[in-house]
Nanobody
Framework: QVQLVESGGGSVQPGGSLRLSCKAS????????MNWYRQPPGKERELVAS?????TNYPDSVKGRFTISPDNATTLSLQMNNLKPEDTAVYYC???????WGQGTQVTVSS
C-alpha cells in the first residue's frame, strides 16, 4: 500500500524542539518534491517547508527555525527548533510529485 505516515508530534514548551518524520511505504522518496504543511486550529493549511531538486524553501514565519531534510530513501524529517505557541498545529507531509498526503501529526507548544 502506497502511503505517507507522519510521526514525532507531541507537546513541548516554548523554546523547545521537535523532530517530525514522514515515512513512505510502498515507494521511495528519491526524486520527489516534498512539502511540509501545518493547519493551526480554526485556520487554513499553510506551507512551512519544501524540498525539491532546486533546494529548500521556507516562509519567513519558520525560516531559521525549521529544517526539512531526508533521513534516508523513505523518510523525510522536519526539525523544528525554538518552537513558539503559534507553531501549534497539525503537521502534514505531502509528496507533490504524486499528490499524496499523510494523515498528520499534532504539535502543541504551550507552557
Amino acid at each position: 500500500q502506497v502511503q505517507l505516515v507522519e510521526s514525532g508530534g507531541g507537546s513541548v514548551q516554548p523554546g523547545g524542539s521537535l523532530r517530525l518524520s514522514c515515512k513512505a511505504s510502498g515507494f521511495t522518496l528519491t526524486g520527489h518534491t516534498m512539502n511540509w504543511y501545518r493547519q493551526p486550529p480554526g485556520k487554513e493549511r499553510e506551507l512551512v517547508a519544501s524540498r525539491s531538486g532546486d533546494g529548500t524553501n521556507y516562509p519567513d514565519s519558520v525560516k531559521g527555525r525549521f529544517t526539512i531534510s531526508p533521513d534516508n530513501a523513505t523518510t523525510l524529517s522536519l526539525q523544528m527548533n525554538n518552537l513558539k505557541p503559534e507553531d501549534t498545529a497539525v503537521y502534514y507531509c505531502l509528496s507533490v510529485t504524486w499528490n499524496l498526503w499523510g494523515q498528520g501529526t499534532q504539535v502543541t507548544v504551550s507552557s
